[in-house]
């Protein structure tokens, strides 16, 4: 059964296009690093769940399992970003907690790319953590246009923003680990939070 399972995915991968398929060692592997951490992933497994050999993935990504890792977590920030809706057609009050329901929807999971995304933000790799740090910055970008209508917002607004969604990001962690289970009051909470933090900034 399991040597059909194989070769069935060798087909699929070898009828695919080259794009495709490297599109597809990164999913996986995106699944596998948030599963197991850098350290539990070897190369094989991909390998074998993609249906191709080791060496197919050292030709998309020569750097090795390290590439294909930081493509892994280049993949979850992006995705994570895109999530924020910072369009015209709804109000503020419509956006802010649709917003924060949609990061809470990956934080409290927490979902694959959550998990990457903020091991990344912890990590000591410089190049992993960039890819983190400009995930938070295009939500803060997303904030600014929200409530101030330009994506680029004055020093002290920034750095506001910029802290209100690591308040986000750390409040859902302790709500998770301690099972608190009240997702409308850390939302109300984190909403209160936002636009306390809006008004003291107006003030100054």
């Known amino acids: ?26 999913d996986v592997a995106l699944v596998a690093f948030a599963d197991r951490g850098y350290p539990g992933v070897e ?33 979850a920030c992006a995705q994570l970003a895109e999530i924020h809706d910072s369009s015209a057609e709804a109000t503020v009050g419509d956006k802010m907690p649709t917003n924060i329901s949609r990061y809470l ?3 409290l999971v927490p979902t694959d790319r959550w998990k990457l995304y903020t091991r990344s933000l912890r990590s000591a790799d410089d190049d992993l953590r ?11 970008e997303g904030m600014a246009l929200n409530h101030l209508g330009i994506a ?18 750390d409040a859902a962690e302790e709500w998770r680990i301690e099972s608190i289970g009240d997702r409308e009051k850390l939302e109300n909470l984190i909403m209160t939070v936002i636009l306390a933090g809006l008004a003291a900034t107006a003030a100054e």
């Open 152 to 169: 680029n917002p004055p020093p002290a607004v920034r750095a506001l923003f910029f802290g209100l969604f690591g308040f986000l990001e």
């Open 105 to 107: 929807d990956e934080a």
């Open 1 to 26: 059964m399991l040597g059909s399972m194989a070769v069935a995915k060798a087909q699929r991968a070898s009828r695919s296009d080259p794009e495709a398929r490297r599109d597809q060692m990164i």
């Open 43 to 75: 190369l094989k497994e991909i390998a074998s769940e993609v249906g191709v050999t080791p060496n197919l993935i050292h030709h998309y990504f020569p750097g090795g399992k390290s590439e294909l890792h930081l493509e892994a977590v280049k993949r």
């Open 130 to 140: 960039a890819y983190a740090i400009a995930t938070r910055q295009a939500v803060v």
